[in-house]
């Protein structure tokens, strides 16, 4: 069962999912015996979901003011109360990431769209993206390398994301254009499959109003000259997460400004790989974001 992928968490993990220290958790819990970790023969702490979920509640009270020797004295179930309480204001995005973390341990496609309806009712849809998915999956990244989580929790979050992103994009879609001066084209390079940032852009293109043409991962240069033909003035964006390798990230942005470049062109780039390129060659008509907030800037 896909359940069993990871239900039980040393202290490092707590630490990486919480942010709380492990030093401080041991200190917690030897003093206030707020969790009740399992423990192997050779005496390590061992921690279910239960206790993660607790250490997450407790933590979003703490940063509310709440110490944690009175956190202590309260009844198993005044903690997720009191939880609920402070977010009825809407503003904790800490607790959003927070269930958006448990829904991705749990694979829990309920807590998921629970928490989300509960943002998007009073947020729009590019607020939720930019304060609470984008931090979401900078932490996600991290909690994966530190081999927190596996592959299959980080692409069962990353799918539901998508979903959302596309039916918030279809709804801009369906609208006419207001900006004709321009056409964006939004590629990945060759073995390029991180999209997430790239869709999000495609909404924001949409979103003020310009045509935008998503082709997604692995395309091929030369078929990105195919859109000369149908568009006049063409602004390429390309999102650079693991490819092209970095030594040869920058025989990758000439092969692209040899083939597609000329007075109606121009070619965005963003993404981590970018700090590889070397700026000083680059003509004019190529421009370098250091966020995904840079560049909807200069829509």
Partial sequence: ??????????????????????????????RYDILQPMRTETNIRLYDLASLQKLLNITLLHDYGYKISKIATYPQEKIPA??????????AKSHAISEFKMAM??????????????????????EVFH??????????????????????????????????LLTNTEKLQVLKQTK???????????NEIHELGLMYLHYEILLNGYKGIYLGESMP???????????????????????????????????????LLDENTELWYLGRLTEFINTDVLSDKVSIFNSIAELVDKL
């Avoid at 009191?82 to 503003?91: F, Q, Y």
């Avoid at 004709?180 to 060759?190: E, G």
């Fill in 82 to 91: 009191l939880v609920r309480e402070i977010i009825s204001n809407k503003t």
């Fill in 131 to 164: 304060e609470v998915f984008l931090p979401l999956l900078n932490e996600i990244g991290l909690l994966w390398q530190a081999e927190t989580i596996t592959p299959a929790h980080e692409h069962f979050i990353s799918y539901l994301i998508k979903q959302k």
């Fill in 105 to 126: 341990m749990n694979f829990d496609q309920e807590l998921f769209f629970n928490t989300y309806n509960w943002l998007i009712a009073e947020k729009s849809f590019k």
């Fill in 221 to 259: 240069i030369e078929n990105l000259k195919d859109l000369k033909n149908h568009f006049d003035s063409i602004t390429y964006v390309t999102y650079l997460t693991v490819q092209p390798e970095r030594s040869v990230i920058n025989e990758y942005v000439e092969k692209m400004a040899l083939e």
């Fill in 1 to 30: 069962m896909i359940n069993n992928v990871k239900s039980v968490f040393s202290i490092k993990d707590l630490e990486n999912i919480s942010g709380i220290k492990a030093h401080t958790i041991r200190i917690w819990e030897k």
């Fill in 180 to 190: 004709t001066d321009k056409v964006f084209v939004l590629s990945l390079p060759m």
